[in-house]
């Protein structure tokens, strides 16, 4: 089955402690992307990837990381997480560059305390 | 970069009746226009997108409309039913097609 997973689906944790939210497809998708879904702010972009090796940032990039070692991960890396990063976190691929059809994870539920 | 507005926020409408979403954007550059619904609990899903080359696009009770010159487009949903409840999403993407901008969002609830 295609699709887009993400992993964990619900984490809490404390200020200041790393955290990696792992995501993955199967369907050989050359862009990926992340996105942070925060009430009356929709969905916004805080990195893509375009291939392997190659990322950039989004709209709020500011206290995340990714890396995209293999086409099918892209993990999101919170060094030092902070309350104002509790939010819903969406993976999304998609064959190439936009104008495709995006395909997204089910979220990760990320509280901050 | 792009902006995209979206309204209403809330939206509720008797079964049977259309739904009308509408969405600005801010680039004229942006050619490429996605909605996505998303249903409680999941992560959002393409229900129909339209290109900066087309006027209209239509898929069953599903139409998107643009107007270029005025940089708005819409989405109708005709003979709504219950499971069409659920959170809408447009989107903008320019020509690079390398970042998605999404509207805020529209809580769409049709009452049977």
């Given at each position: 089955e295609a699709q887009v997973t993400q992993n964990p689906r619900y984490l809490i944790t404390v200020t200041g402690k790393k955290l990696t939210v792992t995501c993955s497809q199967n369907?050989?998708?050359?862009y990926m992307s992340w996105y942070r879904q925060d009430p009356g702010l929709g969905l916004r972009q805080i990195y893509y990837s375009m291939n392997v090796e190659v990322t950039d940032k989004g709209d709020v990039p500011e206290g995340y990381k990714v890396s995209r070692k293999e086409k099918r991960n892209f993990p999101l890396i919170l060094e030092s997480p902070s309350p104002n990063q509790t939010s819903l976190y969406f993976c999304a691929s998609s064959?190439?560059?936009?104008?495709d059809t995006q395909y997204f994870g089910p979220g990760t539920r990320l509280t901050v305390l | 970069g792009e902006n995209v507005e979206q309204h209403p926020s809330t939206l509720s409408v008797q079964e049977g009746d259309s739904a009308v979403i509408k969405c600005t954007y801010s680039?004229?550059?942006?050619n490429y226009f996605p909605w996505y619904k998303q249903e409680l609990g999941k992560g959002p899903q393409l229900i129909i997108d339209i290109r900066s080359n087309v006027g209209e696009k239509k898929d069953q009770r599903i139409a998107v409309t643009l107007n270029k010159t005025a940089k708005h487009f819409s989405l109708h949903i005709t003979?709504?039913?219950?499971?069409?409840s659920a959170v809408y999403f447009c989107a903008a993407t320019p020509p690079e097609g390398n970042q998605f901008y999404f509207g805020t969002g529209t809580s769409l609830t049709v009452i049977p």
């Open positions: 369907m050989n998708h050359e064959l190439s560059r936009g104008g | 680039d004229s550059a942006s003979e709504t039913q219950p499971e069409d």
